[in-house]
């Protein structure tokens, strides 16, 4: 008896689960691609993979420093 209690419980959960995500509310893919091209269009200019750094010394990402043996 406690294993069918067990199931009908998880199948419950399980129930409401679905329920939930049932009521999430859903957005167009044709939009949110409309979205995302606006974003990046509107961002292009602070997109350094794009534009690259004003100078050396601004890339956070550069070699410090070459290797020195003492």
Known sequence: MDMMTSNLQQQRQINEQLRREAAIK???ISQVVQDIIRYIQDHENEDYLLKGFSSQKANPFR???GCEII
């Open 26 to 28: 859903r957005i167009a």
């Open 63 to 65: 070699e410090k420093g």
